[in-house]
């Protein structure tokens, strides 16, 4: 499981470069704003995926499985926490795998 960054960490979902992946924090905004993104999948705790952001224009953003075209105003009022991705991991599984302990680990630890 990724591990979010501390909330003094949070930033901006138009402020992320592509590749990145991050937890949906807040958003800021009217009910109608708020109401929509909701609807798209943008809830807390939501994990979210940069595909494309060039820095003008509309970022593009992997959300529960659908590609989101966000504008950049609505990019700003998004809310995120970055998440820390181990470097290892790569092999299919997802960059998180490594975080717990490899299965033969726990098959000869010395605890009973």
Known sequence: MPTPMTSEDSLTLSTMPAGEHAIVHSLLGGHDFCARLANLGFTAGTQVAVVQNYGHGPVLVSVRGALVALGRGEADRVKVCALRVHPHGTDG????????????????????
Do not use: Q, T, V
């Open 93 to 112: 599984r997802g960059p998180w795998r490594h975080f717990h302990r490899p299965r033969w680990a726990r098959r000869h630890s010395s605890k009973p």
